[in-house]
């Protein structure tokens, strides 16, 4: 399984554009990119997938550079309420078994 | 989207009890249901895999003996955390992924449940 690795905290002000990048050099051809939040005491909740280029969705955006040994999630206009745990997995979406395995993620943390 | 719900949220239990947490997807079938656990300030980690009619796949280090997996439908799995210790005490996250053949979709995760074991 690839293996990910995120910053492990940042700081933002509200209204401002956050953009972590999340390093999987080892990512295989079948391997899909996922981004997970997590508030405290609460299960992760799912933000954004994709496999290359770019995706977007009505709350983020994810940029994936052609040899997709990274990943940017892109967080626009960030809120007090985005500041939560954000997670990076790397796994392969056509595999009957599905098993999610998850690094440290990163702790961003909005600021008024 | 689709819901996935744990119950209990929280739980207190006495040392050397057992305890069963259940996990139900509400407006899905998932043949396959994951349980994690975290403890503060630490990630998640991949407990076991939980199959329906058929028994669980534990990941390396997890004893499948202590930490009992049931999947008899394909809505609803449940944990049973057997002679539970202070040790135990954690934050115990299910989740589960809409069936559609080979393709996975996304993963929905429970609220979670706190266990303190006291």
């Known amino acids: 399984l690839a293996k990910t690795t995120q910053p492990i905290s940042m700081d933002s002000y509200e209204g401002q554009e956050v953009n972590i990048t999340c390093s999987h050099n080892?990512?295989?051809?079948?391997?899909?990119i996922t981004w997970y939040q997590q508030f405290p005491s609460q299960g992760p909740r799912f933000i954004i997938q994709?496999?290359?280029t770019k995706v977007t969705n009505e709350v983020a955006s994810l940029f994936i550079p052609a040899d997709r040994k990274s990943s940017t999630l892109s967080l626009p206009r960030v809120s007090l309420s985005d500041t939560a745990v954000y997670y990076c997995?790397?796994?392969?979406?056509?595999?009957?078994?599905?098993?999610?395995?998850f690094g440290r993620g990163t702790q961003l943390t909005v600021w008024p | 989207g689709a819901v996935v719900s744990q119950h209990p949220s929280r739980v207190i239990c006495k040392s050397g009890t057992s305890v069963k947490i259940e996990c139900r997807s509400l407006?899905?079938?998932?043949?396959?249901m994951f349980w994690y656990r975290q403890f503060p300030k630490q990630s998640l980690m991949l407990m076991a895999t939980?199959?329906?009619?058929?028994?669980?796949?534990?990941e390396q280090g997890v004893e499948k003996d202590k930490f009992l997996i049931n999947h008899a439908s394909l809505t609803l799995s449940t944990l049973t955390v057997t002679s539970a210790h202070p040790e135990d005490s954690s934050f115990y996250i299910c989740?589960?992924?809409?069936?559609?053949?080979?393709?996975?979709?996304?993963?929905?995760f429970g609220q979670g449940t706190r266990l303190t074991v006291v």
């Open positions: 989740s589960a992924r809409r069936d559609r053949g080979r393709v996975n979709t996304e993963a929905f």
């Open positions: 080892n990512i295989a051809t079948n391997d899909y």
């Open positions: 994709g496999y290359k």
């Open positions: 997995l790397v796994g392969d979406r056509g595999s009957t078994l599905g098993r999610l395995y």
């Open positions: 407006d899905f079938q998932a043949t396959t």
């Open positions: 939980s199959n329906e009619g058929s028994k669980a796949t534990y």
